[in-house]
């Protein structure tokens, strides 16, 4: 399985920017979706997690701003920003994660599209 995320970029104080993570040689609706982030000097943080039946949870420092969504036909997900802020300049990275029938447990970890806010 491999995830490839694009989207990254520039973007003006209070703009927006979607990215998108490309999953592929699996199918999506196997796993639950995240989207972290990792800023320059700061630990990785989640930014939001969606499920396989869609629920959808939210940091509380992107809440009401960044929208999760999962289209298994496409084998994508996606992350919607708005009003960004220029201490969300970071590295965004989308991760899976699936338990299977006995507990076996497989993750994977994209490689992480810089988004830079910046006027």
């Known amino acids: 399985v491999q995830l490839v995320e694009s989207g990254g970029g520039l973007v003006q104080p209070g703009g927006s920017l979607t990215l998108s993570c490309a999953l592929s040689?699996?199918?999506?609706?196997?796993?639950?979706m995240y989207w972290y982030r990792q800023a320059p000097g700061k630990k990785r943080e989640q930014v939001a997690r969606?499920?396989?039946?869609?629920?959808?949870t939210y940091e509380e420092f992107v809440e009401g701003r960044f929208t999760i969504s999962r289209d298994n036909a496409k084998n994508t997900v996606y992350l919607q920003m708005n009003s960004l802020k220029t201490e969300e300049t970071a590295i965004y990275f989308c991760?899976?994660?699936?338990?299977?029938?006995?507990?076996?447990?497989?993750?994977?970890w994209g490689q992480g599209p810089q988004v830079t806010i910046s006027s």
């Open positions: 040689g699996g199918a999506l609706s196997l796993y639950v």
């Open positions: 969606v499920t396989r039946g869609d629920i959808t």
């Open positions: 991760y899976a994660n699936r338990v299977a029938g006995m507990g076996e447990e497989f993750d994977y």
